[in-house]
């Protein structure tokens, strides 16, 4: 039984403040005590966005499958509140963490369509950031082509590219 004392934000803080800090297994226990606390709360949006930060804690942890049984249906809850934003950023996570489970083809399609929901959200370079991994997965795939025009869909999303970027633009367009 959980004491009615304790504040789910403030725990929430300190599991944040502790994966600032490189203290991953602390950041896992604070992010779960903060899911329960929430949970008997009945407020299900603090607890999605706590299961995709202890998602990300248990990847950093070298826990895959926690991590995904940690994010499983946060983007449902996130897509029935409209917040598309961290829509995207949960299916984002599910992605990395299916990338760290070895399934290529199930973490490209979740990139993928994370990228499309930032785009509707107006965050390009969140977008930028999951096509990048995308277009990693699929290099090492040896899928060139495909790997390509997901770089460029990356480079196109971001809205102040650097000369590098700019540079990798007209490369990634030249391509036979």
């Known amino acids: ?6 504040k789910p934000d403030e725990i929430a803080a300190e599991g944040k403040t502790a994966f ?31 299961k995709n930060n ?6 950093k942890c070298e826990r895959p499958r926690e991590a995904l049984n940690a994010v499983a ?14 829509q ?7 992605a990395a963490a299916l990338e760290a489970l070895g399934k290529t083809e199930e973490a490209i ?6 990228a499309e929901l930032f785009a509707r959200a107006g965050a390009g370079d969140l977008q930028s950031v999951v096509l990048k991994s995308a277009a990693a997965l699929e290099l090492r795939r040896g899928h060139l082509s495909e790997a390509a025009v997901t770089m ?4 196109e999303s971001v809205k102040k590219p650097s ?3 700019r540079s990798l633009k007209l490369l990634l367009r030249l391509k036979p």
């Open 109 to 114: 399609s979740d990139y993928k369509q994370s």
């Open 20 to 50: 600032e800090k490189g203290e991953f297994e602390a950041a896992v226990r604070a992010f779960s005590v903060s899911i329960d606390v929430y949970e008997a709360n009945g407020d299900n949006l603090n607890v999605a966005e706590m």
């Open 73 to 86: 249906g946060t983007d449902e809850m996130f897509a029935l509140s409209g917040d598309i934003r961290r």
């Open 88 to 94: 995207a950023m949960a299916i984002g996570n599910r």
């Open 163 to 165: 000369l590098l970027q």
């Open 54 to 59: 202890l998602s990300v804690a248990l990847l």
């Open 1 to 6: 039984m959980l004491q009615s004392n304790i």
């Open 152 to 155: 460029l869909g990356s480079l």
